[in-house]
T-cell receptor
Framework: DTGVSQDPRHKITKRGQNVTFRCDPI?????LYWYRQTLGQGPEFLTY????????KSRLLSDRFSAERPKGSFSTLEIQRTEQGDSAMYLC?????????????FGPGTRLLVL | KNQVEQSPQSLIILEGKNCTLQ??????????LRWYKQDTGRGPVSLTI?????NTKSNGRYTATLDADTKQSSLHITASQLSDSASYIC???????????FGKGTRLHILP
C-alpha cells in the first residue's frame, strides 16, 4: 500500500453514461497525476495538478474528460458520454513536490469497462 | 523524440532462477531512471531510482544498473520467487520536466 487510494476499484458502465473516479493522494503531497493504462502498455499521462492548479493536460484528454482538485487534496476525474475506447485502467499518482527527482507514488487504479 | 524501449516484452523463468530485464532510452537531457513493479490489477510500485551519476542501485533481490553513456539500464532479479511475477516498467525523467516517460514494461512469469 503506497498511501494513495482510488475509488472505485472497478467500474462497469454502459456506453454513453458518465463516470467519476476519485483519488486521495498522500496527504502532504503537492503534485497529483492522472494516467491511463491499457493492457500490455505503460501508463499514459493525462493531466497533473500542483496543489489545486491543473498545470498540464495531454492531448489524450478529450473534451469529454475533466479533472478537478478543488482544495488541493483529493482529485476527481470525470468522463462524460463514455465510449468503449475509454475502457482502461485509470491510475492516480502523487509526489511531494515539483522536483523531478521525486518518486511518484501510484494508487491501485480504477479499472473501467464500458459496454 | 523521447522514448523508452524495454525488452523482452515477456519472460518466463523457473522459480529460483535469475533474470535480467533491459531498458534502452533516447531521453535527453536525462535526470533519473526508475524501475517500477506492477502486479496485475494494481498500480506500479517503485523499486529503484538512479540519477545519471549512479551506476547501480539495489533493493533486496533487485539490482538496477545504469550506463548513461549508452543510455541503457538493466534490472537483475536474483533467486526469483513466485511473487516476482509482475510487469516491470522502466521510467525515465527528462531534466527539469516532470512529465515522466514510461516504457511498455516486461511481463515476467515465474513458474514453480
Amino acid at each position: 500500500d503506497t498511501g494513495v487510494s482510488q475509488d472505485p476499484r472497478h467500474k462497469i458502465t454502459k456506453r454513453g453514461q458518465n463516470v467519476t473516479f476519485r483519488c486521495d493522494p498522500i496527504s502532504e503531497h503537492n503534485r497529483l497525476y492522472w494516467y491511463r493504462q491499457t493492457l500490455g502498455q505503460g501508463p499514459e499521462f493525462l493531466t497533473y495538478f500542483q496543489n489545486e492548479a491543473q498545470l498540464e493536460k495531454s492531448r489524450l484528454l478529450s473534451d469529454r474528460f475533466s479533472a478537478e482538485r478543488p482544495k488541493g487534496s483529493f482529485s476527481t476525474l470525470e468522463i462524460q458520454r463514455t465510449e468503449q475506447g475509454d475502457s482502461a485502467m485509470y491510475l492516480c499518482a502523487s509526489s511531494p513536490s515539483a522536483r523531478d527527482q521525486e518518486t511518484q507514488y501510484f494508487g491501485p487504479g480504477t479499472r473501467l469497462l464500458v459496454l | 523524440k523521447n522514448q523508452v524501449e524495454q525488452s523482452p516484452q515477456s519472460l518466463i523463468i523457473l522459480e529460483g532462477k535469475n533474470c535480467t530485464l533491459q531498458c534502452n532510452y533516447t531521453v535527453s537531457p536525462f535526470s533519473n531512471l526508475r524501475w517500477y513493479k506492477q502486479d496485475t490489477g494494481r498500480g506500479p510500485v517503485s523499486l529503484t531510482i538512479m540519477t545519471f551519476s549512479e551506476n547501480t542501485k539495489s533493493n533486496g533481490r533487485y539490482t538496477a544498473t545504469l550506463d548513461a553513456d549508452t543510455k541503457q539500464s538493466s534490472l537483475h532479479i536474483t533467486a526469483s520467487q513466485l511473487s516476482d511475477s509482475a510487469s516491470y516498467i522502466c521510467v525515465v525523467s527528462p531534466n527539469r520536466d516532470d512529465k515522466i516517460i514510461f516504457g511498455k514494461g516486461t511481463r515476467l512469469h515465474i513458474l514453480p
